[in-house]
Every structure is written in C-alpha cells, then in structure tokens.
C-alpha cells in the first residue's frame, strides 16, 4: 500500500498549497484526483514519486519510506512527455535505461518498432507519450501516478492507452492514481475520486 500521511507542502512561505493530505492507494487500486488549475495536483503527485519532499508529514510504501536509489517504485508520469526523457538519447536508449519491453508489450502500448531508433523530438506528442508509458512500466515498479497523460491523444489513441495500462495494472497488481480535469474519465476508471482545493483533499461519493 501507498500512504501520504499528513503531507504539508508550500513553494512559497505562508501560502499552504497542501495542509495535512493524506491519501492511501493499495495495490491494484485506481484512485482518481481531481481539481482547478493551480491546486496542486501534481504537487501532490510528486510528492508520492519522491520528487519533492514533503515539508511536514511523510509517504510510505508498505513499511518503508521511498528508496532513494534504484528503480523507483512509485513513476510520475507528466502531461508533457519531452520533460521526462533526455533529448540526446534515441527512443530505444530511453526505454533501455528502465527495462527491456518486448515486441508484445510495445505492441500493447502502440510503440512502433521504427521509433526506436530516433530522437524524442522526432515523435509527436502522443506517441512519446506512450513511450514514457511504456518506461514506467519496469519491473519493480508498483505504483503510477498518470498525471494528465492522455490530454495530448485523440479519442481512439487515449481508449487505447487506457485499455492497455488497464491489463498491465490488473496482471501486475498495479496501483495507479490518475490525476485528470475530465470527471467522465475518472469515472470511468477510478473506484475512488478525491477532489483537491484549498489545500485539503476531500472524496467524492
Ligand atoms: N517549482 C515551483 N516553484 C514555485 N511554484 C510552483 C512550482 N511548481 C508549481 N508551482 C506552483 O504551485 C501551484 C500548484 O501547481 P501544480 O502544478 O501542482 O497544480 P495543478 O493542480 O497540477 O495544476 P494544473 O491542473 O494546471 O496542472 C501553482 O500555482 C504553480 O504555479
């Protein structure tokens, strides 16, 4: 289980962006994460990827807090792919550097073949999108926060995407919190919903 215990966090001094939040997401659970621009969603979603440090409180998984070396179990997977990957490195360099997908798991994930051998800048949008994806998807990994991932495809591309990380998450036990604007999206995924203002995290029924 992933637990955010009583995080506080600010960027700057006196203005709280999150006070006391606390979030736990088991295994296998799809949580979703909603709320205005600027509420600090993805703040928050950092904080559970040890991308930042909470300034009060802590996350735990299972026991333990995050490693800080290694294959980080908890990815943060950004609405901007181009932010995620190192742009002197060809697609196939950046998906070796986590793991080694086969054919069938690039398959799943719409990664062509062909793509391997360029440049992020040489992708569209979209598909470095399920690129990173794929990455997040190393052995070890348990839990994703999917931070806007799908806002760059089209609706086909998007079903897809949710469909092929869908079965990964039920093979692997994978739990995922999917932080979104859409509220049909969450819906549809998601067998618990907070919403994030004013610093607090309150679930939605
Ligand atoms: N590194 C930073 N330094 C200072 N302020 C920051 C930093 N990163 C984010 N912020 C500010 O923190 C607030 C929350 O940002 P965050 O990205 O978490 O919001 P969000 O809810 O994910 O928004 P959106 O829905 O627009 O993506 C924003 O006002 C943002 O400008």
Redesign the pocket.
């Known amino acids: 289980m992933l637990n955010a215990h009583q995080l506080s966090f600010q960027?700057?001094a006196g203005v709280p962006?999150l006070q006391n939040v606390s979030l736990a997401i088991e295994a296998g659970q799809w949580v979703g994460l909603s709320?205005?621009?600027?509420?600090?969603?993805?703040?928050?979603?950092?904080l559970l990827a040890g991308y930042l440090t909470p300034h009060k409180g802590n996350v735990i998984l299972d026991n333990a807090t995050l490693p800080t070396s290694g294959v980080q179990p908890v990815q943060w997977l950004p609405?901007s792919p181009e932010l995620a990957v190192n742009p002197r490195w060809r697609v196939a360099k950046i998906l070796r550097e986590a793991w080694t997908p086969s054919e069938a798991q690039c398959q799943a994930f719409g990664v062509q073949p062909h793509w391997l051998s360029r440049f992020p800048h040489a992708l569209s949008g979209g598909e470095l999108q399920r690129v990173c994806v794929l990455r997040a998807l190393a052995p070890g990994v348990r839990f994703l926060v999917a931070?806007?991932i799908s806002t760059m495809l089209d609706p086909i591309t998007q079903v897809e995407l949710w469909q092929a990380l869908k079965q990964k998450a039920e093979q692997r036990r994978l739990g995922v919190l999917v932080?979104s604007?859409d509220t049909a999206l969450l819906k549809r995924l998601c067998t618990q919903r907070y919403h994030?203002s004013n610093a607090q995290l309150t679930p939605i029924s």
């Open positions: 960027f700057t962006l709320g205005d621009s600027g509420a600090g969603k993805s703040t928050l979603g950092k609405q931070d806007e932080i604007h994030l």
